[in-house]
């Protein structure tokens, strides 16, 4: 008689199915709660691929494209998809290389082979064209030694390196039809879930690969060249050649002999040379310049660099001051609410507009203004007498979740003000087809902060997380391209110092809660890292702003 297991999904339905189903044949009795094709599942609070079989009594979780979870594994599986058409369309000896994330996809190059529009019309057709036979994603076990040598055989160098860095004895390899490769990631079971994507011919050798977003997960947008945040990533590509390092074995080499502090001085060099280069720009404009406003998603560095840029505006003869757009809060009672009743404190509408645009007219007509400040205990402002007036030298510097969006400053000319977007903008990548994502950087970089400074867990702050993100999709990404200039806060050895404070918070993650599938994906992320001290990280790097012993705090 066969065995009936039994399954409790999203904790209030109960079935039975016999031993051996797959998540795969479970999830198609679910899908119709689904608006997209289950992609992964939570097995007993474990991230498990679709051909996973169920062998015990369990709680199950499916997830699509409209969950990070799904668009993780749907991203990686258009990647995969990708690599394999350019070598069915240009041959073997053609290689992609996924740079980095921009504009709701991401940044490729083709090497080894010459493209055009035309090659590029040729690989989407190939890319539907094995949509449509839906091929399996097949993952192998392997043992490391056995991976690297058949990666040295193909002459994948880069992820020969790489595995040479990590301990784990056996590591998951995937066969697409013929083609095997090593992924970061959980994979879809076929390819028949990944028919939307776009693919854009940028210039040279270089095309961006949209796909469906968590917050667009319907259909894919037409890519947006964003001139000022390609650059950016151009320039950290350019320093990373600069310093030999172009994927994480490059950094690893470097560690292993001790030889990283030059790594740092120069990242740190680089980071500054940006901040000296905005200071000249606001210098050049001959004091029309009254107010810099600086906005970026979370953990991005945004204090350290606005007191460190104000460091440069004064050696270039500017005095500066510091204008906090939480002080313009509304009253507590007239406080925005959210549909579930929680005030909503990230709302514009949060912000007394109407005050902070008239008090910063009055002070660019050279008037003494008294400035409130909230007091976040009893949700009121008050004035305590704290008063300021401009000088023809002087400079506000408006840093926060609004800076850069036109109606916080809407009463003031465009000329007076110059708009500085930043963020971690990560170029490293682990090898040529496992990018390193920028919000993962952030994320890190919250965790050792919160638990350091706010005495959060890593699993509160990885709850908050969702949350953080859709703040940004709302407030933030929208008005990048007001930016004047683009500051990348990203340090090329950075997650070898992060890895030496985040693990240890990450291993506090139990494994019943929500977030412990996303702490052991960073745990595992970092294990590509060997640990760097920071001794030699400088007092007044960004770095600081999250590790503690900050010269600016």
Same mark, same amino acid.
């Given at each position: 008689?066969?065995?009936?297991?039994?399954?409790?999904?999203?904790?209030?339905?109960?079935?039975?199915?016999?031993?051996?189903?797959?998540?795969?044949?479970?999830?198609?009795?679910?899908?119709?709660?689904?608006?997209?094709?289950?992609?992964?599942? !939570?097995? #007993?609070?474990? %991230? &498990?691929? /679709?051909? =996973?079989?169920?062998?015990?009594?369990?709680?199950?979780?499916?997830? $699509?494209?409209?969950?990070?979870?799904?668009?993780?594994?749907?991203?990686?599986?258009?990647?995969?998809?990708?690599?394999?058409?350019?070598?069915?369309?240009?041959?073997?000896?053609?290689?992609?290389?996924?740079?980095?994330?921009?504009?709701?996809?991401?940044?490729?190059?083709?090497?080894?082979?010459?493209?055009?529009?035309?090659?590029?019309?040729?690989?989407?057709?190939?890319?539907?064209?094995?949509?449509?036979?839906?091929?399996?994603?097949?993952?192998?076990?392997?043992?490391?030694?056995?991976?690297?040598?058949?990666?040295?055989?193909? !002459?994948? #160098?880069?992820? %020969? &390196?790489? /595995?040479? =860095?990590?301990?784990?004895?056996?590591?998951?390899?995937?066969?697409? $039809?013929?083609?095997?490769?090593?992924?970061?990631?959980?994979?879809?079971?076929?390819?028949?879930?990944?028919?939307?994507?776009?693919?854009?011919?940028?210039?040279?050798?270089?095309?961006?690969?949209?796909?469906?977003?968590?917050?667009?997960?319907?259909?894919?947008?037409?890519?947006?060249?964003?001139?000022?945040?390609?650059?950016?990533?151009?320039?950290?590509?350019?320093?990373?050649?600069?310093?030999?390092?172009?994927?994480?074995?490059?950094?690893?080499?470097?560690?292993?002999?001790?030889?990283?502090?030059?790594?740092?001085?120069?990242?740190?060099?680089?980071?500054?040379?940006?901040?000296?280069?905005?200071?000249?720009?606001?210098?050049?404009?001959?004091?029309?310049?009254?107010?810099?406003?600086?906005?970026?998603?979370?953990?991005?560095?945004?204090?350290?660099?606005?007191?460190?840029?104000?460091?440069?505006?004064?050696?270039?003869?500017?005095?500066?001051?510091?204008?906090?757009?939480?002080?313009?809060?509304?009253?507590?009672?007239?406080?925005?609410?959210?549909?579930?009743?929680?005030?909503?404190?990230?709302?514009?509408?949060?912000?007394?507009?109407?005050?902070?645009?008239?008090?910063?007219?009055?002070?660019?007509?050279?008037?003494?203004?008294?400035?409130?400040?909230?007091?976040?205990?009893?949700?009121?402002?008050?004035?305590?007498?704290?008063?300021?007036?401009?000088?023809?030298?002087?400079?506000?510097?408006?840093?926060?979740?609004?800076?850069?969006?036109?109606?916080?400053?809407?009463?003031?000319?465009?000329?007076?003000?110059?708009?500085?977007?930043?963020?971690?903008?990560?170029?490293?990548?682990?090898?040529?087809?496992?990018?390193?994502?920028?919000?993962?950087?952030?994320?890190?970089?919250?965790?050792?902060?919160?638990?350091?400074?706010?005495?959060?867990?890593?699993?509160?702050?990885?709850?908050?997380?969702?949350?953080?993100?859709?703040?940004?999709?709302?407030?933030?990404?929208?008005?990048?391209?007001?930016?004047?200039?683009?500051?990348?806060?990203?340090?090329?050895?950075?997650?070898?110092?992060?890895?030496?404070?985040?693990?240890?918070?990450?291993?506090?993650?139990?494994?019943?809660?929500?977030?412990?599938?996303?702490?052991?994906?960073?745990?595992?992320?970092?294990?590509?890292?060997?640990?760097?001290?920071?001794?030699?990280?400088?007092?007044?790097?960004?770095?600081?702003?999250?590790?503690?012993?900050?010269?600016?705090?």
């Amino acid at each position: 008689m066969e065995k009936m297991i039994k399954i409790e999904y999203k904790n209030k339905i109960t079935r039975e199915f016999p031993e051996n189903t797959t998540l795969l044949e479970i999830a198609n009795s679910f899908q119709n709660e689904f608006d997209f094709p289950i992609l992964v599942a !939570k097995i #007993d609070n474990v %991230v &498990e691929e /679709l051909s =996973y079989k169920i062998t015990k009594k369990c709680a199950i979780d499916f997830y $699509d494209r409209s969950s990070v979870l799904g668009h993780t594994v749907y991203s990686h599986g258009v990647h995969f998809l990708l690599i394999v058409a350019v070598k069915k369309v240009l041959g073997n000896d053609a290689e992609v290389i996924i740079q980095h994330s921009i504009d709701k996809g991401v940044y490729c190059e083709i090497v080894n082979k010459e493209i055009n529009k035309d090659i590029i019309a040729k690989i989407t057709d190939k890319m539907l064209e094995i949509v449509k036979q839906d091929y399996n994603f097949v993952k192998l076990s392997v043992s490391r030694k056995d991976a690297m040598q058949f990666f040295k055989r193909k !002459k994948q #160098d880069d992820k %020969v &390196e790489v /595995l040479k =860095y990590i301990s784990n004895t056996y590591v998951n390899l995937y066969r697409l $039809d013929e083609y095997y490769d090593y992924f970061f990631s959980e994979m879809p079971y076929s390819t028949s879930v990944l028919k939307d994507f776009k693919l854009t011919y940028i210039k040279d050798n270089g095309i961006v690969l949209s796909y469906p977003s968590i917050y667009q997960p319907k259909y894919t947008q037409d890519y947006i060249h964003r001139k000022l945040v390609f650059d950016s990533f151009l320039d950290y590509t350019n320093m990373g050649k600069t310093l030999g390092i172009s994927n994480v074995a490059d950094l690893n080499k470097i560690v292993s002999i001790g030889d990283y502090n030059e790594v740092i001085q120069l990242a740190e060099a680089n980071y500054n040379s940006q901040l000296a280069k905005v200071a000249d720009m606001i210098y050049n404009k001959k004091g029309k310049v009254k107010i810099v406003l600086l906005a970026g998603p979370s953990s991005s560095g945004k204090t350290t660099t606005a007191r460190k840029l104000s460091v440069y505006l004064k050696a270039r003869g500017f005095k500066t001051h510091s204008i906090s757009i939480d002080d313009y809060f509304v009253n507590r009672v007239d406080t925005p609410k959210k549909p579930n009743g929680e005030y909503d404190f990230e709302t514009i509408k949060a912000v007394d507009i109407n005050l902070f645009n008239k008090h910063l007219l009055k002070l660019l007509d050279g008037d003494k203004v008294e400035l409130p400040e909230f007091n976040f205990v009893i949700g009121k402002r008050e004035y305590n007498g704290k008063t300021l007036q401009l000088g023809e030298n002087d400079i506000i510097i408006i840093e926060g979740l609004h800076a850069l969006n036109p109606e916080l400053t809407m009463a003031v000319d465009d000329s007076n003000k110059f708009k500085i977007y930043i963020s971690p903008l990560t170029q490293l990548n682990i090898d040529n087809h496992n990018r390193i994502h920028t919000s993962d950087t952030r994320r890190l970089r919250r965790i050792i902060r919160d638990n350091k400074y706010r005495g959060r867990t890593a699993a509160e702050t990885l709850s908050l997380w969702k949350n953080i993100l859709e703040g940004e999709e709302q407030y933030i990404f929208p008005f990048q391209n007001e930016a004047d200039v683009i500051i990348n806060s990203a340090l090329i050895y950075e997650l070898g110092v992060l890895k030496v404070y985040a693990e240890p918070l990450l291993f506090s993650v139990h494994e019943d809660d929500e977030v412990y599938p996303e702490a052991i994906r960073l745990i595992n992320f970092l294990r590509n890292f060997l640990p760097i001290p920071s001794d030699d990280v400088p007092k007044a790097s960004v770095l600081r702003e999250f590790i503690g012993g900050s010269s600016f705090h």
